[in-house]
């Protein structure tokens, strides 16, 4: 696992790299890591606009390039959408789209995967630990 950093347009003000270890930590939680390949940043990225997809933690609100580690696919996901969900019925995290390992059905078969990568399963993820301990 790489040492955590931010994309190259967003800078080191103290409340993004107070955001930095925390994001980074959930990206590792959800079974996620940074693209190994550094992808061209768009041009003219600013804090509030930008299109493309950020090697490095890029903020909550563009696209962060991820690998999931579960099933080898490169993704975008927004930090936003990765973080812990708030309110009276929070919703749990969920796998990006198109994932072998999503979903209840396939509890067992993720639960599996994360012991081949080395990586404890969430404490959230109530169903592979579930199929783990069946």
Do not use: Q
């Not at 800078?11 to 390949?37: C, D, F, H, Q, V």
């Not at 600013?46 to 390039?65: D, I, L, M, N, Q």
């Not at 936003?80 to 929070?90: F, I, Q, V, Y």
Request: some cysteine.
């Amino acid at each position: 696992m790489t040492t955590p950093f931010l994309a190259p347009f967003l800078k080191a003000t103290p409340r993004n790299l107070e955001s930095l270890p925390i994001a980074w930590a959930r990206m590792t939680e959800l079974g996620y890591s940074p693209r190994e390949t550094p992808i061209p940043e768009p041009e003219g990225c600013t804090r509030t606009r930008c299109a493309g997809a950020h090697h490095g933690y890029p903020g909550s609100e563009h696209r962060w390039a991820l690998v999931d580690e579960l099933c080898g696919v490169e993704f975008e996901a927004y930090y936003s959408h990765m973080r812990d969900r708030k309110g009276a019925n929070p919703a749990p995290p969920r796998r990006h789209k198109g994932c072998p390992y999503s979903g209840s059905a396939n509890a067992a078969k993720r639960a599996a995967r994360y012991a081949e990568i080395g990586r404890p399963i969430p404490s959230w993820d109530t169903d592979a630990h579930a199929a783990l301990s069946a």
